[in-house]
């Protein structure tokens, strides 16, 4: 099967085979590589420090990063791989992030998904949450200041909006009109802590009104609902209405990080939600709908498996860092 | 009784608990779950939700919460998951909390414990050394454990103390030392340094996780005939002046040593001081070993070449001892 066309954000999606291709193959990708990490090299002792992945998530970042166009400012979350497979950043720099290598986007000053790239227009996210939505803010605002219809998309987890940074970013964008998309992945769970114990209403979206912000809540788990409800989020920003939130109603299938159990989890959710796999019923409506047939899925599968083989491969085989470059950076070299 | 760092820190709050009921919890993940580190773990169960309080992802909220609780008379013990997210309670700690007494006579008996430093491959957020911050802000007490017995002592006497202390545990220190701690009323006095190593040649002043640094290169040194004595701060905010001036005053060498950076760190501060008081006893110029200037990278190289350890803390204390 060979790669579908970028789709433009105007196109028809409901019944797009292209998107639904597409998706797909960002999806598979994003939980083949995350599996690898953590289920692979994190308990091989390859990958030293935390591993935070999207396991259930993927319908998001890929519905919402296949909206954007490509001059749009995207500030991810931890969950949101995907977001840089669609921007072209190769899985093998993604392998050798994690790993600590020079060939990661961080070059090893940093791992996980603490990276970033400008060029790509990826802000990096710090590890303190919520601390991007200030910033999407002031991305925003120069989008806006320099005349573009561009936008900023701005990521974040239901436990983030407990943070001030989160209602100061929000009330910001909000009374100087910028073009901000907020996307919540509203996984339901914390660290440990329920939703109960995070926020006394029942959705993240129920706070945005509070703002003058528009909101609505989506099945995150359904990509093509997400993508529409995208799309109308960026036409919003884009008309220069101001912000606009989505709240992706969506379960972190997995724990918080790669040492974390998760046994506060009850059984039934795990349940419950494995039914609603993003990515299982992204091909169940491929093949209702015979976009593809069951054979091209499998090879699908088959090349993102061999592509990530290569990847880690590639990744295992970069340096780690030599200790001299420990003082390069701090600053602009002069 | 033989126990971890970890497990000292759990007995302390736990004994303090159990002795006024105006002592609670409160903190991300600490109660169901046990906390990030598992300090908690199992004082939900023994005192209850009203006493151990999982709360959102809200840092300022949790400080402001302490020190409200605190000025009604209850003595919070707030946890930052990390130390390096006290930055979002910053002004509530360093405005609020600190400026209390001084400004109109109440007082802010409240303890925040932040687990703080690397070795860990947590890479620039998980593994930061914030104590200089604190130090920086009158007001507050800074506390930094290295030993077991030394942080039950201290956590005990920080939740009775009546001014809001700061309570450093160094994450690298959790699991890996056991010692004897002992049982039961115990306390370590705040603002009280020790001589944890008696010597003669040179002095390293040092608290946390690099006071086992100065051990490791103190045993190497005496095997070449150089005598250190080694002063674990244990209370970085009040300083202990005068345990260290004395030590200065015996050995006449110093060698100030912590895993911070080195701009704006305690020891420019214990340099100072040593300058101002202790200048006529020394033989020769005060050298510091600390981190380099930059933030904890992650990958193993660059993070093993960014913390001060036992080689390079005996690199320089050969220099100093020849000097
Ligand atoms: C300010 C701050 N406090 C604590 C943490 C530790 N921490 C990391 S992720 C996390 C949970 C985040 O939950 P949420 O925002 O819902 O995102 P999710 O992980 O569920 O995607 C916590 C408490 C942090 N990163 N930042």
Redesign the interface.
């Known amino acids: 099967m060979s790669a579908p066309a970028v789709l433009q954000p105007e196109t028809d999606m409901h019944t797009d085979r292209g998107l639904a291709l597409q998706a797909l193959r960002y999806m598979a990708t994003m939980r083949e590589v995350e599996d690898r990490i953590e289920r692979k090299l994190y308990r091989q002792g390859k990958i030293?420090?935390?591993v935070y992945v999207g396991r259930g998530q993927e319908a998001i970042s890929v519905g919402v990063g296949l909206s954007a166009t490509p001059d749009d400012v995207l500030c991810p979350s931890h969950r949101d791989l995907a977001l840089f497979l669609i921007r072209g950043v190769d899985p093998r720099q993604i392998f050798a992030q994690y790993m600590?290598?020079v060939g990661g986007l961080?070059r090893?000053?940093?791992?996980?998904m603490?990276m970033g790239d400008i060029s790509r227009r990826i802000v990096s996210i710090?590890?303190?949450?919520?601390a991007s939505v200030p910033v999407a803010a002031g991305a925003a605002l120069a989008l806006k200041y320099r005349g573009t219809q561009n936008i900023a998309y701005c990521f974040f987890g239901d436990?983030?909006t407990?943070?001030?940074?989160w209602h100061e970013g929000l009330n910001f964008a909000a009374v100087q009109k910028l073009p901000v998309v907020y996307v919540c992945n509203n996984n339901q769970y914390?660290?440990?802590?329920p939703l109960t114990?995070?926020?006394a209403c029942a959705n993240v979206s129920d706070r945005a009104p509070g703002y003058g912000i528009p909101a609505e809540i989506v099945d995150g788990n359904d990509v093509f609902a997400v993508h529409r409800a995208a799309q109308r989020a960026a036409g919003h920003a884009r008309s220069g209405a101001g912000p606009y939130l989505i709240e992706c109603k969506t379960f972190r299938m997995t724990g918080h990080s790669a040492h974390d159990a998760a046994e506060?989890v009850p059984q039934s959710l795990w349940d419950e939600w494995k039914e609603k796999d993003p990515i299982t019923r992204l091909e169940k409506k491929i093949l209702e709908k015979r976009w593809a047939k069951r054979e091209e899925i499998a090879r699908l599968h088959a090349g993102i498996r061999q592509e990530v083989d290569a990847a880690i491969e590639w990744a295992e085989k970069s340096p780690?860092?030599?200790?001299s470059?420990?003082?390069d950076g701090?600053y602009e070299r002069s | 009784m033989e126990m971890t760092y970890l497990e000292a820190i759990r007995q302390g709050i736990r004994e303090e608990m159990t002795r006024d009921s105006g002592v609670f919890l409160l903190g991300e993940d600490i109660g169901v779950y046990g906390g990030a580190f598992k300090i908690t773990s199992g004082l939900l169960q023994e005192f209850g939700e009203k006493r151990v309080i999982d709360t959102p992802i809200s840092e300022s909220a949790i400080v402001g919460a302490a020190i409200g609780a605190s000025l009604m008379g209850l003595r919070p013990v707030a946890e930052m998951q990390f130390a390096d997210f006290i930055t979002c309670g910053y002004d509530q700690i360093v405005n609020f909390a600190a400026k209390c007494r001084y400004r109109w006579g109440a007082a802010v008996p409240m303890v925040i414990r932040a687990p703080s430093g690397g070795g860990i491959h947590g890479g620039p957020f998980h593994s930061q050394n914030p104590e200089a911050w604190f130090v920086h802000t009158p007001g507050l007490k800074v506390v930094a454990p290295a030993t077991a017995p030394d942080a039950k002592g201290l956590i005990k006497s920080a939740i009775r103390d009546n001014d809001p202390v700061l309570f450093f545990e160094h994450k690298a220190l959790y699991r890996r030392i056991k010692e004897d701690v002992p049982d039961g009323d115990f306390t370590v006095p705040i603002g009280k340094a020790a001589v944890v190593r008696q010597g003669r040649d040179l002095s390293i002043i040092t608290y946390g996780a690099m006071v086992h640094v100065a051990r490791e290169s103190a045993e190497t040194l005496e095997k070449e005939g150089i005598s250190v004595e080694i002063v674990d701060l244990r209370t970085l905010a009040p300083l202990d002046e005068d345990t260290v001036l004395a030590s200065v005053r015996k050995t006449s060498k110093v060698l100030l040593l912590h895993e911070d950076v080195l701009t704006g760190g305690i020891g420019g501060e214990l340099a100072g001081r040593i300058a101002e008081k202790a200048f006529h006893d020394l033989d020769a110029p005060i050298v510091r070993v600390a981190a380099p200037d930059t933030p904890v990278p992650y990958s193993p190289p660059l993070e093993e070449a960014f913390l001060p350890n036992a080689a390079k803390v005996t690199e320089r204390a050969r220099w100093l001892a020849r000097y």
Not at chain 1, 320 to 323: F, H, L, R, S, T
């Open positions: 030293v420090g935390g600590g290598r961080t090893g000053k940093d791992g996980n603490h710090i590890s303190a949450m919520a436990g983030a407990s943070r001030g940074d914390a660290y440990s802590t114990k995070q926020m506060y780690y860092p030599d200790a470059e420990l003082l701090v």
